[in-house]
């Protein structure tokens, strides 16, 4: 492990196992939350932790703002996630009475975010929850306690919660096996695959593959991690995917691309908000380009943008204008309500005036 890790993994570890054993006296629930536009990253960091909680012998569930995407079927993680709006038996009871499974809410946990606000419909069930424990990457997070581990170093929020998993083992002489269950493992994997780009970012380090390989040996098939994630789609995905690459535009010398889906195009070629999931990155990647921006529109309205640099344009800040946030060279945004063609214009002009 790495020595810049061990504090904040002990630290979180520490927390985790205080809470486990709150909750447990009050026979309580914990609820871990992650950031809407669900991704790898989130996705498994969040399902790590649940699976971390249930081998201590505590209750958790993920708070999920949405449905997990097609491309994540493979997991086979549905249950440890909880929709508050669902029709399920679970979402009806606290919507009715606040409780799951009979059971009081005793603590929160947030992976791969920080604040209610990156959380969508789940936002205000994590703000009001006491205490909140947060493993995160990102470097945009204002505010820190002790509960906090920040690290804008570590290549994902999975790689921090393998490590945490990692202090749990020793600190409860569990094997690794019992603390991360083989979906679980798999689907931390899955997000360090993710946020790296299949270890093709430089957010990789030796250390990111010394966890994956551990991850493997957990139960983690590498091979389908990627084919699944990368390389597999449907018709509709291939079809729309295909539709929106054409759309591409150039703009400030050509280092600018930038297409808009709009919600037609979706409704068109049947497939999921997740069906332009690929184009942002292969349009960063032509040659020349140093920023790229896929703006698409959501059946409710909203317009989300994905936003992804090669060398030097901060997306972060720039995420941040329009009310997101991220990495450096990969954030994101969501617009409420307002006409995709209208947001576009104003990303072209802020783009502009930035690069």
Same mark, same amino acid.
């Given at each position: 492990?790495?020595?810049?890790?061990?504090?904040?993994?002990?630290?979180?570890?520490?927390?985790?196992?205080?809470?486990?054993?709150?909750?447990?006296?009050? @026979?309580?629930?914990?609820?871990? %939350?992650?950031?809407?536009?669900?991704?790898?990253?989130?996705?498994?960091?969040?399902?790590?932790?649940?699976?971390?909680?249930?081998?201590?012998?505590?209750?958790?569930?993920?708070?999920?703002?949405?449905?997990?995407?097609? @491309?994540?079927? $493979?997991?086979?993680?549905?249950?440890? %996630?909880?929709?508050?709006? #669902?029709?399920?038996?679970?979402? &009806?009871?606290?919507?009715?009475?606040? !409780?799951?499974?009979?059971?009081?809410?005793?603590?929160?946990?947030?992976?791969?975010?920080?604040?209610? #606000?990156?959380?969508?419909?789940?936002?205000?069930? $994590?703000?009001?929850?006491?205490?909140?424990?947060?493993?995160?990457?990102?470097? #945009?997070?204002?505010? &820190?306690?002790?509960?906090?581990?920040?690290?804008?170093?570590?290549?994902?929020?999975?790689?921090?919660?393998?490590?945490?998993?990692?202090?749990?083992?020793?600190?409860?002489?569990?094997?690794?096996?019992?603390?991360?269950?083989?979906?679980?493992?798999?689907?931390?994997?899955?997000?360090?695959? !993710?946020?790296?780009?299949?270890?093709?970012?430089?957010?990789?380090?030796?250390?990111?593959?010394?966890?994956?390989?551990?991850?493997?040996?957990?139960?983690?098939?590498?091979?389908?991690?990627?084919?699944?994630?990368?390389?597999?789609?449907?018709?509709?995905?291939?079809?729309?995917?295909?539709?929106?690459?054409? *759309?591409?535009?150039?703009?400030? @010398?050509?280092?600018?691309?930038? !297409?808009?889906?709009?919600?037609?195009?979706?409704?068109?070629?049947?497939?999921?908000?997740?069906?332009?999931?690929?184009?942002?990155?292969?349009?960063?990647?032509?040659?020349?380009?140093?920023?790229?921006?896929?703006?698409?529109?959501? *059946?409710?309205?909203?317009?989300?943008?994905?936003?992804?640099?090669?060398?030097?344009?901060?997306?972060?800040? $720039?995420?941040?204008? %329009?009310?997101?946030?991220?990495?450096?060279?990969?954030?994101?945004?969501?617009?409420?309500?307002?006409?995709?063609?209208?947001?576009?214009?104003?990303?072209?002009?802020?783009?502009?005036?930035?690069?």
């Amino acid at each position: 492990m790495r020595e810049r890790y061990k504090e904040g993994s002990s630290r979180s570890a520490k927390n985790i196992l205080s809470v486990v054993e709150k909750t447990r006296e009050n @026979n309580e629930v914990i609820l871990v %939350f992650l950031h809407r536009s669900v991704d790898g990253d989130c996705v498994g960091s969040s399902s790590g932790i649940v699976s971390m909680i249930r081998a201590l012998g505590g209750d958790a569930y993920v708070a999920i703002p949405e449905d997990l995407p097609e @491309n994540m079927s $493979f997991l086979k993680i549905d249950e440890l %996630f909880f929709h508050p709006n #669902s029709d399920s038996e679970l979402a &009806r009871e606290f919507r009715a009475q606040g !409780t799951i499974g009979g059971k009081k809410v005793g603590a929160a946990i947030a992976t791969d975010c920080s604040e209610g #606000s990156r959380m969508g419909l789940c936002g205000e069930i $994590f703000d009001s929850i006491e205490p909140k424990i947060v493993i995160d990457h990102h470097a #945009s997070v204002t505010s &820190r306690s002790d509960n906090f581990w920040i690290d804008p170093d570590a290549s994902s929020a999975c790689e921090m919660v393998f490590y945490v998993a990692e202090q749990i083992s020793l600190m409860t002489g569990k094997e690794m096996r019992e603390i991360l269950c083989p979906n679980a493992a798999k689907a931390v994997l899955a997000g360090i695959v !993710t946020d790296t780009g299949r270890y093709t970012f430089k957010n990789t380090h030796p250390e990111t593959l010394e966890s994956s390989g551990l991850l493997i040996d957990l139960g983690g098939d590498i091979s389908e991690v990627c084919y699944n994630l990368f390389d597999r789609k449907t018709k509709q995905k291939f079809l729309l995917s295909a539709k929106a690459r054409s *759309e591409v535009q150039f703009y400030c @010398n050509e280092k600018f691309a930038l !297409t808009v889906v709009p919600y037609e195009q979706f409704k068109k070629y049947g497939a999921g908000p997740d069906g332009v999931d690929d184009v942002v990155s292969a349009m960063r990647d032509i040659d020349g380009v140093e920023l790229a921006i896929v703006l698409r529109q959501l *059946e409710t309205g909203e317009v989300r943008g994905n936003i992804r640099s090669q060398e030097y344009f901060d997306c972060s800040k $720039f995420a941040e204008v %329009f009310g997101g946030g991220g990495h450096v060279r990969a954030a994101g945004f969501t617009v409420k309500e307002g006409d995709i063609n209208e947001i576009a214009e104003e990303v072209i002009k802020r783009v502009k005036e930035a690069l």
